[in-house]
């Protein structure tokens, strides 16, 4: 089930980094071994009682003077009301209402979303609340008292955000059709990639109309079988801004990949693998989801016997934290090797699903126990009891074990090996979560 985007939206200096790390800092979801990829996050995900969102930061650059403050504000709130399901509108009590919140208020009303209109920087409720009344002029509905430096406030304005989620529309996402992510930079070739899959296979279903999230979702069966492709190629805005553009484009891919099973990642052979395409990639491994590295333009590229071995290194290099990944070599433009994407895709969809049984990962791990000690620390030795696979999409395994600080990462990297050794899961991260249980006697 696909999670809820919610966007925080406000003038600079009102305090939406503040927020967002505070928020953020409940409860994160960051894979250790991510090198280069969660620093400068603008998005986290937030578990609240028995909900949980994907919140998105659009902050960023702060110009000094008036006039490009307000188009700043605009694009920002244009990215909040392209992107997000739920939008928190943040003002400050001790600036009081300006006009720049008045002009924000009036696209955010228009826009027809849901918004949850905060007033920051209250720390005293009882002295404050006139101040807060104030913002009643902007038409939003109540303002929500907050301090975010002090977290106050967050209960009652975290029951207002989760209040509005249509649980249903999330639910109905949840069909048979495996989904399918194509993210990349812009101008890497991601409408070219879609549109010659429909050429090619020329029995495209239907075009969806866009969901909430403005992405175009494309049905195409190839071989008998049905897709859904995300396309999150409408990246490109009149900005001339680029740290804008690289934000809204990494908004817009967190929210393709949060509803994706499989994400093709795209790359510009004639660019080569870059930080950028490391960042994104990082989206889809943290949120767990199958990964195919699609190399494309390789019809541009001079070549020799040694080029393919020498790029692939250098993927695996920059990507070295999503090793698991699959790669494939590709021209949009001619359609090369595009079918074998397909057959890709399909292996990666069922290993993504594959289940293995309790009584065979407990050979497995036998054998690796056997052929390698675990860990042991001032006399203690790591004792592993007991391996169970508990879901898939990505598989998850749960390891019982008597005490999860002998649990090193190098010896789950070791597990880990071992499990793919035998089973593949190619294109797919496998998670493992250490349980310990008390030793009898």
Not at 360 to 377: F, G, H, R, T
Request: glycine share 6%; with cysteine.
């Amino acid at each position: 089930m696909s999670k809820p985007i919610v966007a925080i939206v406000g003038r600079p200096n009102v305090g939406k980094s503040t927020l967002f790390n505070a928020l953020a800092g409940r409860k994160i979801s960051i894979v250790k071994d991510t090198p280069g990829v969660t620093r400068d996050r603008i998005y986290a995900d937030i578990s609240w009682l028995n909900g949980s969102f994907t919140l998105i930061d659009t902050g960023g650059i702060e110009p000094d003077t008036s006039d490009l403050m307000l188009s700043h504000m605009r694009e920002q709130a244009e990215i909040a009301i392209a992107t997000a399901d739920v939008i928190i509108f943040l003002v400050d009590v001790r600036q009081g209402l300006l006009d720049a919140d008045s002009k924000v208020a009036d696209m955010l009303r228009r826009s027809h979303k849901p918004v949850v209109l905060v007033v920051n920087k209250v720390d005293n409720f009882d002295k404050q609340m006139a101040d807060v009344y104030e913002f009643y002029n902007l038409g939003l509905g109540d303002p929500m008292p907050i301090s975010s430096s002090s977290k106050l406030g967050f209960g009652d304005m975290l029951e207002e955000v989760v209040s509005h989620f249509d649980k249903a529309a999330f639910e109905e996402e949840e069909s048979e059709i495996p989904k399918i992510a194509i993210i990349g930079k812009p101008n890497v070739g991601k409408s070219s990639l879609i549109n010659k899959m429909l050429g090619e296979n020329r029995c495209i279903v239907s075009d969806i109309a866009g969901t909430t999230r403005d992405a175009i979702d494309t049905q195409v069966t190839y071989d008998g079988k049905e897709y859904i492709f995300i396309d999150t190629a409408g990246l490109r805005r009149k900005n001339k801004i680029k740290e804008e553009l690289e934000r809204y484009s990494i908004i817009r891919t967190v929210s393709a990949v949060e509803r994706a099973d499989i994400v093709v990642l795209l790359i510009d052979a004639t660019e080569g693998v870059t930080e950028q395409d490391a960042k994104i990639a990082g989206i889809a491994h943290e949120r767990g989801k199958g990964m195919i590295v699609a190399v494309n333009k390789w019809d541009l590229l001079e070549k020799n016997d040694k080029t393919i071995y020498q790029f692939t290194d250098k993927v695996r290099q920059t990507l070295s934290f999503m090793n698991y990944a699959e790669i494939i070599f590709i021209s949009a433009q001619t359609g090369q090797r595009v079918p074998k994407l397909f057959g890709m895709i399909d292996d990666v969809i069922e290993n993504h699903s594959l289940r293995v049984q309790t009584g065979v990962l407990n050979e497995i791990l036998s054998e690796a126990v056997a052929m390698k000690q675990p860990p042991s620390d001032k006399g203690k030795r790591l004792r592993i009891y007991y391996m169970t696979q508990v879901s898939v999409k990505p598989p998850t395994f749960v390891l019982f074990i008597n005490d999860k600080k002998l649990m090193h990462f190098s010896y789950t990297r070791y597990l880990e090996n071992q499990i793919r050794n035998t089973f593949g899961f190619k294109g797919t991260p496998i998670h493992f979560i250490a349980r310990e249980r008390k030793e009898k006697g």
